[in-house]
T-cell receptor, first 113, second 114 residues
Framework: DQQVKQNSPSLSVQEGRISILNCDYT??????FLWYKKYPAEGPTFLIS?????DKNEDGRFTVFLNKSAKHLSLHIVPSQPGDSAVYFC????????????FGEGTQLTVNP | NAGVTQTPKFQVLKTGQSMTLQCAQD?????MSWYRQDPGMGLRLIHY???????DQGEVPNGYNVSRSTTEDFPLRLLSAAPSQTSVYFC?????????????FGSGTRLTVV
């Protein structure tokens, strides 16, 4: 039972354009949603998060949008840079889930110069 | 440098052997977790801890043991290694239980069981 799903294993965009990474979830008890970025042979690095009481959170080039009714969130990267090429993981947690994060499968983003 | 330190970085075990993956953090975080990453499956939670002396099972706990005697250390023990435990293991810590402000991950241990 995959509670957090990232349906696109890969995404390729041109430098300077927008990258949109998508994530769907099924568990309505999730209250917090996070995005992580992972380079090969390194641990995941926290990017940005959003609480379920918000529908948008912005940090520099990164914006996360949350649509609770659709149980869908997306990460927008504008403008995309070659250094953004990495695997992006969506994760979710809840007030009652202790310190447990549930991760999606990941999306490999490639930004072409 | 402050952060989460995992050792070793690489390990090859024979089936049936046991070993301990070490994890230490120097940020005084209460919340620590172990994940394994397998191709196409994201990261799956093995065990987690909400403070010294308190641990609980995650999604895939079978074949692994943990203990948390200090705030800083959270070792993961493989009792009798099996090829299905070939994976990359990540330890993470946070001061927030929900991870809203981010979990800090170690650089991982790549384990191969032959």
């Amino acid at each position: 039972d995959q509670q957090v799903k990232q349906n696109s294993p890969s995404l390729s965009v041109q430098e300077g354009r927008i990258s949109i990474l998508n994530c769907d979830y099924t568990n309505s008890m999730f209250d917090y949603f996070l995005w992580y970025k992972k380079y090969p042979a390194e641990g995941p690095t926290f990017l940005i998060s959003i609480s379920s009481i918000k529908d948008k959170n912005e940090d520099g080039r990164f914006t996360v949008f949350l649509n609770k009714s659709a149980k869908h969130l997306s990460l927008h990267i504008v403008p995309s840079q070659p250094g953004d090429s990495a695997v992006y993981f969506c994760a979710a947690s809840g007030e009652t889930s202790g310190s447990r994060l549930t991760f999606g499968e990941g999306t490999q983003l490639t930004v072409n110069p | 440098n402050a952060g989460v330190t995992q050792t070793p970085k690489f390990q090859v075990l024979k089936t049936g052997q046991s070993m301990t993956l070490q994890c230490a953090q120097d940020m005084n975080h209460e919340y620590m977790s172990w994940y394994r990453q397998d191709p196409g499956m994201g990261l799956r939670l093995i065990h987690y801890s909400v403070g010294a002396g308190i641990t609980d099972q995650g999604e895939v706990p079978n074949g692994y043991n943990v203990s948390r005697s200090t705030t800083e250390d959270f070792p993961l023990r493989l009792l009798s290694a099996a090829p299905s435990q070939t994976s990359v293991y990540f330890c993470a810590s946070s001061y927030s239980p929900t991870g809203l402000y981010g979990y800090t991950f170690g650089s991982g241990t790549r384990l191969t069981v032959v």
